[in-house]
């Protein structure tokens, strides 16, 4: 099949786009705004750019909670969602009043961070906190601004659960991250392969 995206033809009960790409990784954003007040929401439009430096973005459908308060503040964290923290996440993922945190809401632990203000997850095997770089109004062909918000951010600091790591290696069939798929539908990585790379 073939369908036109301005004209969305593709004759399917549900947009097939984000099935397609995938899986994604879910960032578990944490942030706390200019009063204090933390928010901790996940984001599966997230990934890492490039890794010198460390660089990572998450994009939000709407200017919400998390983009606002990294646009104040200028940090925030990136928690890494795990099999283990699945209904939590979900939870998490609830559009609830500014004023609420996502944390009471969920009863997870925030553990302080070591280089910027917002806590971390206390349960998640890994966690990486950020610095803004910048955020970014993206525009559709047309010239158009849309309701959407990259946001980009440095990476100052790297927690890991040594229980994850085996033989020098952060062992991801240890911890099982999340992946959003389309739909409804969530992933958990449990094998995995590996491939040399051709020689030149």
């Known amino acids: 099949m073939y369908y036109d995206t301005e004209k ?91 004023e609420t945190s996502e944390f009471d809401l969920t009863g997870l632990e925030m553990a ?6 917002p806590p971390r997850v206390a349960k998640a095997v890994t966690a990486l906190e ?7 109004q993206m525009k559709g062909l047309d010239g158009k601004e849309a309701d959407s918000w990259v946001v980009f951010g440095q990476v100052v600091g790297v927690h890991i659960d040594d229980n994850i790591i085996v033989d020098g290696r952060v062992d991801v069939t240890r911890y099982k991250p999340l992946s959003r798929l389309g739909y409804m539908d969530y992933a958990v990585i449990e094998q995995v392969f590996e491939m040399g790379r051709p020689k030149s």
Request: charged share 20%; with cysteine; proline share 9%.
């Open 112 to 117: 302080p961070s070591r280089l910027v203000r």
């Open 8 to 98: 969305n033809d593709h004759g399917l009960p549900h947009n097939p786009f984000k099935a397609i790409v995938a899986p994604r990784p879910i960032g578990w954003i944490s942030s706390q705004d200019s009063d204090g007040r933390t928010n901790l929401a996940p984001y599966s439009f997230f990934n890492c750019v490039c890794d010198r430096p460390p660089i990572v973005l998450f994009s939000s459908s709407g200017y919400k909670d998390s983009v606002a308060n990294v646009d104040s503040t200028g940090e925030f964290v990136c928690n890494m969602a795990s099999w283990d923290l699945k209904d939590e996440m979900n939870l998490s993922s609830a559009a609830v009043p500014h």
């Open 130 to 136: 950020c610095k803004h770089l910048q955020t970014l």
